[in-house]
Protein backbone atom coordinates (compact mmCIF):
# COMPACT_ATOMS: atom_id res chain seq x y z
CA UNK A 1 0.00 0.00 0.00
CA UNK A 2 1.28 3.51 -0.88
CA UNK A 3 0.70 6.34 1.21
CA UNK A 4 0.38 10.14 0.58
CA UNK A 5 4.41 10.70 0.56
CA UNK A 6 5.25 7.65 -1.23
CA UNK A 7 2.90 9.19 -4.43
CA UNK A 8 4.13 12.97 -3.82
CA UNK A 9 7.50 10.73 -4.18
CA UNK A 10 6.34 9.20 -7.31
CA UNK A 11 4.86 12.14 -8.77
CA UNK A 12 7.90 14.27 -7.96
CA UNK A 13 9.87 11.35 -9.87
CA UNK A 14 7.69 11.85 -12.76
CA UNK A 15 7.85 15.36 -13.03
CA UNK A 16 11.50 15.62 -12.91
CA UNK A 17 12.94 11.96 -13.78
CA UNK A 18 16.50 13.08 -13.29
CA UNK A 19 16.11 14.36 -10.04
CA UNK A 20 18.12 13.66 -7.15
CA UNK A 21 17.70 12.31 -3.73
CA UNK A 22 18.75 15.61 -2.46
CA UNK A 23 16.13 17.85 -4.45
CA UNK A 24 13.79 15.37 -3.66
CA UNK A 25 13.94 15.77 -0.06
CA UNK A 26 14.19 19.54 -0.56
CA UNK A 27 11.24 19.39 -2.75
CA UNK A 28 8.63 16.59 -0.39
CA UNK A 29 10.19 18.72 2.87
CA UNK A 30 11.29 15.28 4.53
CA UNK A 31 14.91 13.97 5.55
CA UNK A 32 17.21 12.54 2.61
CA UNK A 33 17.15 9.51 4.43
CA UNK A 34 13.56 9.14 4.50
CA UNK A 35 13.51 9.62 0.33
CA UNK A 36 16.42 6.98 0.50
CA UNK A 37 14.26 4.55 2.38
CA UNK A 38 10.99 5.20 0.87
CA UNK A 39 12.92 4.79 -2.76
CA UNK A 40 14.03 1.34 -1.60
CA UNK A 41 10.91 0.13 0.29
CA UNK A 42 8.98 0.80 -3.05
CA UNK A 43 11.78 -0.67 -5.32
CA UNK A 44 11.87 -3.55 -2.84
CA UNK A 45 8.29 -4.42 -2.80
CA UNK A 46 7.87 -3.96 -7.00
CA UNK A 47 5.85 -0.91 -6.63
CA UNK A 48 8.71 1.01 -8.70
CA UNK A 49 10.24 -1.36 -11.76
CA UNK A 50 12.84 0.97 -13.14
CA UNK A 51 14.09 4.09 -14.32
CA UNK A 52 14.44 3.47 -18.20
CA UNK A 53 13.47 6.71 -19.90
CA UNK A 54 10.05 6.72 -21.73
CA UNK A 55 9.97 6.26 -25.69
CA UNK A 56 7.96 8.13 -28.43
CA UNK A 57 7.42 5.08 -30.43
CA UNK A 58 6.64 7.28 -33.56
CA UNK A 59 10.00 9.47 -33.21
CA UNK A 60 11.43 6.60 -32.70
CA UNK A 61 10.42 5.21 -36.32
CA UNK A 62 7.25 2.97 -35.36
CA UNK A 63 4.70 4.86 -36.18
CA UNK A 64 2.24 2.39 -36.49
CA UNK A 65 0.09 0.51 -33.50
CA UNK A 66 -1.90 -2.28 -33.09
CA UNK A 67 -4.00 -4.23 -30.49
CA UNK A 68 -4.06 -7.95 -31.43
CA UNK A 69 -6.44 -10.65 -29.50
CA UNK A 70 -5.04 -14.17 -30.04
CA UNK A 71 -7.17 -17.06 -29.48
CA UNK A 72 -4.31 -20.48 -28.64
CA UNK A 73 -4.53 -23.90 -28.69
CA UNK A 74 -5.48 -24.92 -25.50
CA UNK A 75 -2.40 -26.24 -23.53
CA UNK A 76 -0.12 -23.93 -25.71
CA UNK A 77 0.55 -20.78 -23.40
CA UNK A 78 4.15 -21.41 -23.58
CA UNK A 79 4.49 -21.58 -27.04
CA UNK A 80 2.82 -18.83 -27.51
CA UNK A 81 4.55 -16.62 -24.93
CA UNK A 82 8.49 -18.12 -26.36
CA UNK A 83 6.71 -16.80 -29.62
CA UNK A 84 5.60 -13.36 -29.12
CA UNK A 85 9.00 -13.07 -27.31
CA UNK A 86 10.87 -13.43 -30.42
CA UNK A 87 8.62 -10.87 -32.01
CA UNK A 88 10.54 -7.45 -31.27
CA UNK A 89 7.57 -5.92 -32.69
CA UNK A 90 5.44 -7.42 -29.88
CA UNK A 91 5.46 -4.44 -27.24
CA UNK A 92 3.62 -6.22 -24.31
CA UNK A 93 0.61 -9.25 -23.88
CA UNK A 94 -1.46 -9.70 -21.66
CA UNK A 95 -3.58 -13.27 -20.46
CA UNK A 96 -7.02 -11.99 -20.83
CA UNK A 97 -10.43 -13.36 -19.89
CA UNK A 98 -13.47 -13.33 -22.15
CA UNK A 99 -13.27 -14.23 -26.18
CA UNK A 100 -9.76 -13.71 -26.88
CA UNK A 101 -7.13 -15.75 -24.83
CA UNK A 102 -4.15 -13.15 -25.38
CA UNK A 103 -4.23 -8.70 -25.71
CA UNK A 104 -1.34 -8.08 -27.30
CA UNK A 105 -0.03 -4.23 -28.23
CA UNK A 106 1.87 -4.52 -31.24
CA UNK A 107 4.24 -1.31 -32.81
CA UNK A 108 6.00 -1.33 -36.57
CA UNK A 109 7.40 1.02 -39.23
CA UNK A 110 4.71 0.91 -41.46
CA UNK A 111 1.42 -0.62 -42.13
CA UNK A 112 3.50 -3.33 -44.59
CA UNK A 113 5.37 -4.37 -41.18
CA UNK A 114 2.60 -4.52 -39.64
CA UNK A 115 1.06 -6.92 -41.89
CA UNK A 116 4.58 -9.00 -41.66
CA UNK A 117 4.00 -8.89 -37.76
CA UNK A 118 0.30 -10.24 -38.09
CA UNK A 119 1.27 -12.81 -40.78
CA UNK A 120 3.61 -14.01 -38.41
CA UNK A 121 1.49 -14.29 -35.66
CA UNK A 122 -1.28 -16.23 -37.30
CA UNK A 123 0.98 -18.63 -39.26
CA UNK A 124 1.91 -19.90 -35.54
CA UNK A 125 0.28 -23.46 -35.02
CA UNK A 126 -0.02 -22.63 -31.33
CA UNK A 127 -2.54 -19.86 -32.47
CA UNK A 128 -6.16 -20.56 -33.75
CA UNK A 129 -7.11 -17.02 -34.07
CA UNK A 130 -6.06 -13.64 -34.80
CA UNK A 131 -8.09 -10.20 -34.66
CA UNK A 132 -5.93 -6.71 -34.73
CA UNK A 133 -7.35 -3.07 -34.45
CA UNK A 134 -5.40 -0.18 -35.48
CA UNK A 135 -4.12 2.83 -33.39
CA UNK A 136 -5.42 5.71 -34.65
CA UNK A 137 -4.47 8.13 -31.79
CA UNK A 138 -3.86 7.83 -28.18
CA UNK A 139 -6.57 9.58 -26.17
CA UNK A 140 -5.25 9.02 -22.72
CA UNK A 141 -1.51 8.20 -22.23
CA UNK A 142 -0.10 5.30 -19.99
CA UNK A 143 -0.75 6.57 -16.47
CA UNK A 144 -0.77 5.60 -12.83
CA UNK A 145 -0.55 9.13 -10.74
CA UNK A 146 -4.20 9.38 -10.95
CA UNK A 147 -5.24 6.04 -9.50
CA UNK A 148 -2.46 6.27 -6.84
CA UNK A 149 -3.24 9.79 -5.26
CA UNK A 150 -6.98 8.54 -4.98
CA UNK A 151 -5.96 5.48 -3.08
CA UNK A 152 -2.97 6.65 -0.69
CA UNK A 153 -3.22 6.73 2.70
CA UNK A 154 -1.73 9.11 5.26
CA UNK A 155 2.02 8.05 5.53
CA UNK A 156 2.80 6.77 9.28
CA UNK A 157 4.73 8.90 11.51
CA UNK A 158 7.30 11.82 11.26
CA UNK A 159 6.62 13.09 8.18
CA UNK A 160 4.51 16.47 8.87
CA UNK A 161 4.86 18.19 5.51
CA UNK A 162 2.02 14.91 4.49
CA UNK A 163 -0.25 14.90 8.01
Do not use: W
Not at 16 to 37: F, M
Request: aromatic share 2%; with cysteine; charged share 20%.
Amino acid sequence: MVDRLDVALIEAMHTHPRVGDLELSRTLGVARATVQARLRKLQDSGVITGYAPDIDLAAAGHPVQAFVTLQIVQGSIADVTAELESLPNVLEAFITSGDADIVCRVAATSHEDLKDTLLHISRSGSVARTSSVIVLSELVPMRVLPMLRKGAADPPGRSPAFR
